[in-house]
């Protein structure tokens, strides 16, 4: 180095603890003069320091929990991509966007996967795979309540933000085809049809928001027509949704129309906004 190394030590003292790691790192000398052993470092300065080296590895990433690097690959599945990761037990990272991963009636995209996706957007091609990676389409019949559930999801990133949209449409199987049929098995779906703050109606503590869109009149569930739903907002986190009642064409498993006419459809779309995903506890995710 052809500066001095008064000169060095002033930089290093308006440095954070992180940072003077960081040029410690850049080579040789700067290394064994100025590399703390073993590294001073709090919980929040190492967290720093590790997310700079994330930087410059494409093939880690950083756990908010352990706060460490782990190594990760993708693996698909029907549900889509899934991030494998490292050995730590406790990542919150595995944590998805609705709390668990809901394998029958949705994607549940994990924190670990967005964070690779905004990593890629942020800082290059390897380090992740990109928003339309995470499209996916597929087709559930449940056959206990009698209904068909299509679903799909796709991903933006707007302003670096992470942007989910996803669209389910829940469709009675019954030969009848009345609405009373689809309001039932509505009902009793023990599942997440658009965030943990909003359930359909039925018997859930007083603190879970009622979807004010599946509230039908107990006297007359099938006087019900096709309706047009409006946008709406989540209280609590956010998501946008909107939900719309129509008649479809009864359709198979595998997507084919059966002859049998037309069934009444819900069809719900979502829209979650995960911001920059840098961080688990952020209030977005």
Not at 10 to 27: G, H, K, Q, R, Y
Not at 67 to 95: M, Y
Not at 108 to 124: D, E, K, P, Q
Request: hydrophobic share 35%; with cysteine; charged share 20%.
């Amino acid at each position: 180095l052809r500066l001095p190394a008064e000169l060095i030590d002033i930089i290093l003292d308006c440095l954070s603890p992180e940072s003077v790691i960081c040029l410690a790192l850049t080579c040789r000398a700067l290394f064994v003069r100025y590399f703390p052993r073993p590294a001073p470092l709090s919980d929040t300065a190492k967290a720093a320091f590790l997310q700079y080296l994330e930087r410059d590895h494409p093939s880690l990433y950083f756990c908010h929990d352990c706060i460490r690097l782990h190594t990760w690959h993708l693996t698909q599945t029907r549900h889509g991509i899934w991030v494998c990761s490292g050995p730590c037990l406790r990542i919150r990272g595995v944590n998805g966007l609705m709390g668990s991963h809901v394998s029958e009636y949705g994607m549940n995209f994990t924190y670990s996967l967005a964070r690779i996706v905004m990593n890629r957007h942020l800082y290059g091609s390897a380090h992740g795979p990109s928003a339309k990676d995470m499209a996916v389409t597929n087709y559930i019949r449940n056959v206990i309540h009698d209904i068909s559930i299509a679903r799909s999801w796709s991903a933006k990133i707007i302003n670096n933000g992470l942007y989910l949209h996803g669209r389910m449409v829940y469709q009675s199987l019954s030969k009848d085809g009345d609405f009373r049929t689809l309001r039932d098995s509505l009902q009793h779906l023990h599942r997440l049809l658009i965030c943990p703050h909003l359930e359909p109606p039925s018997n859930y503590p007083a603190w879970v928001h009622v979807i004010p869109e599946l509230v039908w009149d107990c006297d007359s569930p099938d006087d019900v027509g096709p309706m047009s739903g409006k946008i709406r907002s989540c209280r609590v986190c956010f998501t946008d949704y909107r939900i719309d009642i129509v008649l479809r064409e009864q359709r198979s498993y595998c997507g084919i129309a059966w002859p049998r006419g037309e069934n009444w459809a819900v069809e719900i779309n979502r829209w979650h906004k995960l911001g920059g995903c840098r961080s688990p506890y952020d209030l977005e995710w």
